[in-house]
């Protein structure tokens, strides 16, 4: 406790006051005794009675001597002040360490955020590089494993936007980065000699380097990269403290960068996968047109039971097989075994020429797999002979094929059999037909003829509305009438759910030219 009187002179102090500030005599004017801040606090104190307070907002703080106190006032009726002086050091320590956790506890909760709201891993790069940049130091860069000795690196200055480059080096030439891309803990900023830095690490008008830390984005099993940060001569060194909270960002990021390196592994694997499952796109082959279309039975999907495929000839003047089919049920199981019967199908291709023999032998190989699910299916051999494309039909247990004449005639082809993985022995009809020029063979699943829908919402597209949509389809080529079949479907659906949906379309291409007279005339088609 130190009493100082109005006119700023010392009064008395009490023994921790003569410790605490030994030259504080009585008598002694307080401006030669005490510290600055304290003497401004007595100078601007009003005396109008016992309940004056200094004008300031809060506890009046300072230091002396190295610690920090607070000081609280007691005016006097004398008008004299008597100065509580408490020594408020370690309070204030804890204070600010729980500050500074709480800051570091919020910018890791943000960088989490920001880290796992993309699975692309060049933006979890640039995030990586940007967030430390601003929180962590004055420049920092986000390395991922070499490729080779490629060492792809996104470089953010503080206040600047990331900036992604290829530099080839040996990592082992840096100190600490080649350990740290193997996954090893980071060498001690203290280790690293900034001089030693390389042209490639350090941006551009960045200055001299003052101090290094690397340290590794760890991963599940493999490590992600690894984290760069750089100040500058004029800042502060690293801290041991604040090269633990840069391992805590870069362990959240490292988990970042590996989900999003995960997700574009998986992303590849399923478009590879998805490619041999995705039914082919068809065009004519030795002069047959075919054409299909599929629709899955939700739209974000792209694969499901039904399928077809079109195998050519692998000699000129033989037939090339058609398959299409339904494997029961839908999404994603379905396709898997859609896959394994395409496979199967092609395996058998040198049988092409015997329908029912296929159909046994891949009612064997199914009954003999751990699936459960059983698939119809109807093949078709194609070949052109002259301008007549010949057939051949089998069904095995699938809607029977429709042939489009000429005249707008719409036949049923009748051919019939057992449904395919579901009883050891199958029995199947082959019959054989023709087409004329413009004429077509039609092959669809019963995703097209029971889709619900129309005026009333639960009525069947049916096969006889089927029927007179083709009727009405002569003339047109084979990806005209697979697209107008789709779309009425689509229509009659208006949105409500549905199974998955195939066509194909088998057409015996029309041989005609178009004349004109005088150029001005409409076109005329001469079969």
């Known amino acids: 406790m130190l009493v100082a009187d109005a006119q700023g002179a010392v009064v008395r102090r009490n023994d921790a006051a003569g410790l605490l500030l030994p030259a504080a005599v009585s008598g002694a004017p307080l401006a030669d005794v005490a510290p600055a801040w304290l003497c401004a606090a007595h100078a601007t104190l009003s005396f109008p009675g016992p309940n004056a307070v200094p004008d300031t907002e809060g506890p009046l703080r300072g230091s002396i001597g190295g610690r920090l106190f607070e000081a609280h006032p007691s005016v006097r009726g004398d008008g004299s002040v008597a100065w509580w002086l408490v020594d408020d050091t370690e309070h204030h320590l804890v204070r600010e360490a729980l500050r500074v956790e709480q800051e570091r506890t919020a910018f890791l909760a943000k960088a989490s955020s920001a880290l796992l709201s993309s699975l692309n891993l060049g933006r979890c790069m640039d995030v990586t590089a940007q967030m430390a940049a601003e929180c962590l130091a004055d420049a920092a860069l986000a390395v991922a494993p070499a490729q080779g000795r490629r060492l792809p690196v996104v470089t953010c200055l503080r206040g600047g936007v990331p900036a992604l480059s290829t530099v080839t080096v040996d990592p082992h030439d840096v100190p600490g980065l080649g350990e740290a891309l193997r996954g090893f803990p980071p060498v001690p900023s203290r280790w690293i000699d900034p001089a030693t830095a390389p042209e490639w690490m350090v941006p551009e008008r960045f200055g001299p380097v003052g101090s290094i830390v690397i340290t590794p984005l760890p991963g599940p099993g493999v490590p992600a990269g690894a984290l760069i940060l750089l100040r500058k001569a004029e800042s502060a060194a690293f801290s041991n403290e604040e090269e633990v909270f840069a391992r805590l960002f870069a362990a959240r990021a490292g988990a970042a960068m590996s989900a999003a390196r995960l997700y574009a592994e998986q992303i590849a694997i399923t478009d590879v996968l998805m490619r041999e499952l995705m039914p082919p796109v068809l065009h004519q082959i030795s002069g047959v047109d075919f054409a299909?279309?599929?629709?899955?039975?939700?739209?974000?999907?792209?694969?499901?039971?039904?399928?077809?495929?079109?195998?050519?000839?692998?000699?000129?003047?033989?037939?090339?097989?058609?398959?299409?089919?339904?494997?029961?049920?839908?999404?994603?199981?379905?396709?898997?075994?859609?896959?394994?019967?395409?496979?199967?199908?092609?395996?058998?291709?040198?049988?092409?020429?015997?329908?029912?023999?296929?159909?046994?032998?891949?009612?064997?190989?199914?009954?003999?797999?751990?699936?459960?699910?059983?698939?119809?299916?109807?093949?078709?051999?194609?070949?052109?002979?002259?301008?007549?494309?010949?057939?051949?039909?089998?069904?095995?247990?699938?809607?029977?094929?429709?042939?489009?004449?000429?005249?707008?005639?719409?036949?049923?082809?009748?051919?019939?059999?057992?449904?395919?993985?579901?009883?050891?022995?199958?029995?199947?009809?082959?019959?054989?037909?023709?087409?004329?020029?413009?004429?077509?063979?039609?092959?669809?699943?019963?995703?097209?003829?029971?889709?619900?829908?129309?005026?009333?919402?639960?009525?069947?597209?049916?096969?006889?509305?089927?029927?007179?949509?083709?009727?009405?389809?002569?003339?047109?080529?084979?990806?005209?009438?697979?697209?107008?079949?789709?779309?009425?479907?689509?229509?009659?659906?208006?949105?409500?759910?549905?199974?998955?949906?195939?066509?194909?379309?088998?057409?015996?291409?029309?041989?005609?030219?178009?004349s004109a007279v005088n150029g001005h005339t409409r076109g005329r088609f001469t079969a």
Not at 397 to 423: K, M, N, Q
Not at 465 to 476: D, F, P, Q, T, W
Request: aromatic share 4%; glycine share 12%; with cysteine.
């Open 292 to 514: 299909g279309r599929y629709r899955p039975s939700a739209d974000h999907e792209r694969i499901g039971g039904d399928f077809y495929d079109v195998h050519p000839a692998a000699v000129e003047g033989e037939a090339s097989l058609v398959s299409l089919g339904d494997v029961c049920g839908k999404g994603l199981e379905a396709a898997v075994l859609t896959g394994k019967i395409r496979n199967t199908l092609h395996a058998l291709l040198p049988l092409s020429d015997d329908h029912q023999r296929i159909l046994s032998l891949l009612n064997t190989a199914l009954l003999s797999s751990h699936h459960t699910r059983f698939a119809t299916m109807v093949l078709a051999s194609a070949v052109r002979r002259g301008n007549m494309v010949d057939l051949k039909l089998t069904s095995g247990g699938h809607p029977s094929p429709l042939i489009v004449r000429a005249d707008g005639t719409v036949e049923e082809v009748d051919t019939h059999g057992t449904l395919i993985g579901a009883i050891p022995s199958i029995s199947a009809t082959t019959v054989a037909a023709s087409l004329a020029p413009g004429e077509s063979c039609v092959l669809y699943t019963d995703g097209i003829t029971e889709a619900k829908g129309g005026p009333m919402g639960d009525d069947l597209f049916g096969e006889e509305r089927l029927k007179r949509a083709l009727s009405g389809c002569v003339g047109m080529p084979a990806d005209g009438i697979a697209e107008h079949v789709q779309m009425l479907a689509a229509q009659w659906l208006g949105g409500r759910p549905h199974d998955d949906m195939a066509i194909v379309v088998i057409s015996a291409p029309r041989t005609h030219h178009l």
